[in-house]
């Protein structure tokens, strides 16, 4: 038994050298990863940013007129980077006339555009240079258009009433009957025939 116990003590000794070796051996190494796990970081991975400060604008959309809110109105931002739009956000005002953004950063230029049923479109640039804005557009009914087409070439408002030219020059408008006939057609009004041109 003497041998047996001889055995056991030396495998004990030569197991508990071999532990100790990689003990040891991975404290010196433990270090030496995390450095290069560290110097890894700061060339390849990708860092949080913060965003830059952002504005809230309040917008308020007013009827002219009267000064009552529009509720429903198409409230449209689109940034501006120099020349070139750098998208669209679009928002609904409620029934206070009110619609609310906070996202767009202190800084930039935006294109302010207000869309709302039976007014006209309203567009403004405004640069956003503080951390709260607020802004008022009041918005106004549309009015009558001008036209290059009147007569003698100058421009002149149309009056929108749709109304046939022909009818105020005398000359009867074109009837429904296109096979030109100078029939009665019962309703007691008369079809004058189509005027003849000269050749």
């Not at 030496?32 to 940013?49: F, H, I, M, T």
């Not at 604008?57 to 002219?64: F, R």
């Not at 408002?157 to 100078?182: H, I, L, Q, V």
Request: hydrophobic letters at 30%; proline letters at 7%.
């Amino acid at each position: 038994m003497s041998c047996r116990a001889t055995i056991e003590t030396m495998f004990r000794r030569h197991l508990l050298l071999v532990s100790l070796f990689l003990v040891t051996l991975g404290l010196a190494v433990c270090p030496v990863c995390a450095l290069a796990q560290k110097s890894d970081d700061q060339g390849w991975s990708r860092k949080y940013k913060t965003p830059p400060p952002s504005s809230r604008i309040e917008v308020t959309v007013l009827k002219a007129f009267n000064g009552k809110p529009i509720g429903n109105a198409s409230v449209i931002f689109h940034p501006i980077e120099g020349d070139r739009d750098k998208g669209v956000l679009e928002l609904k005002t409620n029934e206070d006339g009110k619609a609310i953004i906070d996202v767009i950063p202190v800084g930039d230029t935006v294109r302010l555009q207000v869309i709302a049923n039976g007014y006209q479109t309203y567009g403004q640039d405004y640069k956003i240079d503080k951390a709260e804005m607020t802004m008022e557009i009041k918005m106004k009914r549309p009015v009558a258009q001008y036209s290059t087409y009147g007569s003698g070439g100058s421009a002149k408002p149309d009056s929108g009433s749709g109304t046939d030219k022909s009818s105020e020059s005398g000359t009867p408008p074109a009837s429904g009957n296109s096979s030109g006939s100078n029939s009665n057609n019962g309703s007691g009004s008369q079809q004058t025939p189509p005027a003849s041109q000269p050749k």
